[in-house]
């Protein structure tokens, strides 16, 4: 039986439907209901974070989570430094704080967001659960880092998460 292989990086898009294509994807990724976290990090400048739906359980043994971050983003050059990480569920009242983490500038993010220390890095107090993790590992995706995490500690709260569907938030129910 002959063997096929496939290319482990799909080639970039360069042909000129290249933003069409691009637009198109996100609708149809956009189908995807996804809960909505805040990942945070400590800085020298204190702490910081940024919003992401991409995240997802990796591993049960070992432990691991993944998030995937842009490879511009700020916030995954300080997890990287820090060592360590959060990621924060949002409950469905939070959608205020899922807008501040993903567009006030990133040292302002905090500003009136009540929150903790915990495993040296911010959970956001009003979140419905949080993980606490060291970097793992990071791989290259593309425009994005998959950042893998290894657990350190867990936290559940009560609440319905916040999703995120065709661009907006929504709650259960």
Not at 118 to 146: F, N, Y
Request: glycine share 8%; hydrophobic share 40%.
């Amino acid at each position: 039986m002959p063997h096929s292989t496939v290319p482990r990086t799909p080639p970039a898009i360069h042909d000129t439907d290249s933003t069409e294509r691009q637009q198109q994807f996100r609708r149809v990724m956009g189908e995807l209901a996804a809960g909505v976290t805040v990942l945070t990090t400590t800085s020298p400048s204190g702490p910081v974070g940024m919003t992401t739906s991409a995240v997802s359980s990796l591993s049960l043994d070992p432990l691991l989570i993944l998030a995937c971050l842009a490879n511009r983003s700020g916030t995954l050059a300080l997890i990287r430094d820090h060592g360590a990480f959060a990621v924060n569920i949002l409950a469905a009242t939070m959608d205020h704080t899922s807008q501040v983490f993903a567009e006030k500038p990133l040292l302002e993010r905090f500003a009136g967001i009540p929150h903790h220390h915990q495993d040296g890095v911010p959970i956001l107090d009003d979140a419905i659960a949080a993980v606490t993790c060291r970097v793992h590992a990071s791989h290259p995706g593309g425009d994005h880092t998959i950042l893998i995490g290894a657990v350190i500690s867990t936290r559940t709260g009560q609440g319905d998460p916040l999703l995120r569907h065709r661009g907006a938030y929504h709650r259960l129910g």
